[in-house]
């Protein structure tokens, strides 16, 4: 009997309409386009706008375009794991809030938290059910309403970040495609580098934890720089070099999109080229759990059966980790 894979067999994202220019960000802190894309290579960011919007909104939309490509419905979901940073409250968990909005009723579902690298954690736990034979179909989702928690007085941040989301749906396989490797880090020390203060059971909200922007992200960008670029090409190159693949092996480096240059890093540590890079942070920003899915959706036309992948990502906390996947359709 061959070996069951978790396959990753439809993808789809979604990104609101709303754009936030650097030229709009101007007008608000103290920057300018030249500075933002030589340092980050972001160019416009898309902002969720709208009354009583959430994360689980954008994951709806995700969602249902996912299950109209794949012909299913939502009552064959076994399982949604919901990888995000912003989820609509501290409980009940998003992804049973998303579980009600598409009407995933044989579903079971919790959110997973790992910062930027969530989704890569996300995949490799639902492969554990797909795996085991447990499950059949297990939807990971990855998506942030980062605007909600970035304070937009803050030069260093403010320009970073925009919101989005993007899902893919694991099934068995015994082809031999699918996820057929990972290796998965993290580092709590982190923790005093990039977080989001106030809002836990650490520091509860109160006026003073509001008015002084303690529940925004902050970053001491330098050293978030040092260790993104060396850990997430690290790992990066491990996973290649432990499955025995050259450059020329694989068809796709998939980086989480935090930073050019942290993604160029990345991809000449593995050896590869740009045109084998996929990169769309010049338009969206760093969306944080959706950075991978939404670039696995946007260039899900140009993938081939067969093609060697390798997700790579790096968060807060810290958390990295990389992925090898054998593409499946």
């Known amino acids: 009997m061959q070996k069951i894979h978790a396959a990753i067999t439809a993808?789809?994202?979604?990104?609101?309409?709303?754009?936030?220019?650097?030229?709009?960000?101007?007008?608000?802190?103290?920057?300018?386009?030249?500075?933002?894309?030589?340092?980050?290579?972001i160019r416009e960011r898309r902002i969720l706008k709208g009354e009583g919007l959430a994360t689980s909104d954008m994951?709806?939309?995700?969602?249902?375009?996912?299950?109209?490509?794949?012909?299913?419905?939502?009552?064959?979901?076994?399982?949604?794991?919901?990888?995000?940073?912003?989820?609509?409250m501290p409980f009940p968990a998003t992804a049973n809030i998303l579980a009600d909005k598409i009407g995933a009723k044989n579903a079971w579902g919790f959110d997973l938290q790992a910062a930027c690298s969530g989704f890569l954690?996300?995949?490799?736990?639902?492969?554990?059910?797909?795996?085991?034979?447990?499950?059949?179909?297990?939807?990971?989702?990855?998506?942030?309403?980062?605007?909600?928690?970035?304070?937009?007085?803050?030069?260093?941040?403010?320009?970073?970040?925009?919101d989005g989301c993007g899902a893919a749906l694991l099934e068995p396989n015994e082809e031999g495609f699918g996820i057929l490797d990972a290796e998965l880090k993290s580092d709590g020390a982190g923790r005093d580098f990039l977080y989001m203060r106030a809002g836990g059971s650490l520091m509860p909200a109160s006026h003073?934890?509001?008015?002084?922007?303690?529940?925004?992200?902050?970053?001491?960008?330098?050293?978030?720089?040092?260790?993104?670029?060396?850990?997430?090409a690290d790992v990066a190159a491990e996973v290649i070099e432990r499955n025995g693949l050259t450059a020329d092996d694989i068809a796709w480096l998939v980086p989480h999109q935090a930073n050019k240059r942290i993604i160029d890093a990345t991809a000449s540590r593995a050896g590869l080229p740009a045109e084998k890079v996929m990169v769309n942070i010049d338009r969206f920003g760093n969306t944080t759990n959706a950075t991978v899915p939404l670039c696995l959706w946007e260039w899900e036309g140009k993938?081939?059966?067969?093609?060697?992948?390798?997700l790579a990502a790096f968060g807060g906390g810290f958390t990295w980790g990389a992925v090898y996947i054998k593409w499946a359709y």
């Open 121 to 162: 954690y996300g995949l490799t736990t639902g492969a554990q059910f797909i795996e085991s034979g447990k499950h059949k179909k297990v939807l990971v989702v990855g998506g942030d309403k980062m605007s909600s928690v970035v304070n937009y007085t803050d030069r260093a941040t403010c320009i970073l970040f925009g």
């Open 59 to 88: 994951g709806a939309k995700a969602v249902q375009g996912l299950l109209e490509k794949r012909g299913i419905g939502a009552d064959e979901i076994d399982l949604i794991i919901f990888t995000t940073s912003t989820p609509d």
């Open 303 to 310: 993938l081939k059966k067969g093609d060697n992948l390798i």
């Open 11 to 41: 993808v789809n994202g979604y990104v609101p309409d709303y754009i936030l220019t650097n030229k709009e960000l101007e007008g608000m802190v103290e920057t300018n386009d030249e500075w933002i894309v030589s340092r980050t290579g």
């Open 208 to 232: 003073e934890t509001v008015d002084n922007h303690l529940h925004a992200v902050h970053q001491e960008g330098q050293a978030v720089f040092r260790a993104a670029v060396t850990n997430m």
